[in-house]
């Protein structure tokens, strides 16, 4: 059985005669560009919040650095490690679900319970479950070729996670959970059946989106300004942060002050207005040449690790794309954070942790799998 000796960041970016065949130079993009990003993250968030012993700008830094520690251990660890215990993996992430809303560990943030006190550290759950649900999907639909057989359990399967994320409550996080294995699903089996799934369940949807909270939210996206400094508030601030920064920008660390969760969800808002449309243009760029890098080597990858692959890549834009619809007014707000540069210790580590684990899915001789 042949193994890879490779043990650094440098080795893993060289290519190798590997069944996979993936191209040197998609590889390299796969984390050289996350590596920008993340980085860039640091360096805003330190101006907006300053460099002091408690500031989100030196923790973020602290996270960077244990992000990348975990994303060089991911790419060491053998993919068959990962499909064997997936299935205990996905039950665990259940259990760490279930204790954000009924245990003392839990941490209730405006009126949502989505983290775990451990120790000095918030930690979210949600990232661990969207982690495990792509890797067991992805094993799980190379397994099964009926159709039907596929839905029906991944449904048995999806529902006490659905549930859970909806008693927190999270919407967002339904979404991405939803979105992340409905794209596995369409991999594999095609669209015909989600989209026709997606219609029969509609109703059900729109009662979900129009009660509770997330009705106050879809009012709020389709007019802010009838509660400006209410539940519009924060639209309209991004709104016009991304106003005041036109193309170039405002300048570093000079920001308007009144641009809610400025470091977190905001973030993006907060960019356009210190930087302008050049450098959140470039952002968009730089996720855009990940994603064709990432197509490259969806290509170039064995056939039964393109589906793993492609849940990856999803993993990482749907985030992206909920954030930036948000901030923007495209779609209601979900309270996602933008990846790899919103500040969070959670997300930026298990964002790494998907790219080590996509690196492993390209790099790993065939016989390993």
């Known amino acids: 059985m042949q193994r890879s000796s490779e043990n650094s960041l440098n080795s893993i970016a060289t290519p190798r005669v590997y069944a996979s065949d993936a191209g040197s130079g998609s590889v390299f993009g796969l984390w050289i560009l996350p590596l920008i990003l993340s980085t860039f993250g640091v360096v805003v968030i330190s101006t907006m919040t300053g460099w002091s012993l408690s500031s989100p700008g030196l923790k973020q830094a ?25 299935p205990f993996l996905l039950i665990l992430s259940l259990g760490l679900m279930v204790l954000t809303i009924a245990s003392p560990l839990r941490v209730t943030v405006k009126g949502a319970s989505r983290w775990l006190r451990l120790g000095p550290v918030n930690f979210q759950p949600l990232e661990v479950v969207s982690l495990m649900m792509m890797i067991f999907f992805s094993r799980f639909y190379n397994r099964i070729r009926n159709m039907w057989m596929a839905l029906i359990i991944t449904g048995l399967i999806f529902a006490p996670f659905a549930l859970v994320t909806m008693k927190q409550p999270d919407f967002g996080g339904l979404l991405m959970l939803g979105g992340i294995v409905g794209a596995l699903f369409v991999e594999k089996y095609g669209f015909l059946l989600p989209i026709l799934g997606a219609g029969a369940l509609s109703p059900v949807l729109w009662y979900l989106a129009n009660y509770g909270y997330r009705a106050e939210r879809i009012a709020t996206w389709l007019d802010p300004w009838t509660d400006p400094l209410g539940s519009g508030y924060q639209v309209i601030q991004g709104l016009i942060a991304f106003a005041n920064g036109r193309v170039w920008g405002i300048g570093l660390g000079r920001g308007q002050q009144f641009l809610p969760e400025i470091h977190n969800d905001f973030i993006f808002p907060a960019i356009g207005e210190q930087f302008g449309f050049i450098v959140t243009g470039t952002i968009f760029m730089l996720f855009l040449f990940w994603t064709l890098c990432v197509f490259s080597a969806y290509k170039r990858a064995l056939p039964e690790r393109r589906i793993a692959i492609w849940g990856c890549c999803v993993a990482v834009l749907l985030p992206f794309f ?30 790494w942790v998907r790219i080590g684990f996509l690196i492993r899915l390209i790099k790993e001789p065939e016989e390993d799998d």
Request: proline share 7%.
């Open 62 to 86: 602290i996270w960077f650095v244990v992000a990348l520690g975990a994303f060089i251990v991911v790419t060491q660890i053998p993919l068959r490690f990962w499909y064997r215990y997936s």
């Open 322 to 351: 909920i954030n930036l619809g948000g901030v923007m007014k495209i779609i209601p707000l979900t309270g996602m954070p933008l990846p790899f540069i919103s500040y969070g210790g959670t997300s930026l580590v298990f964002m």
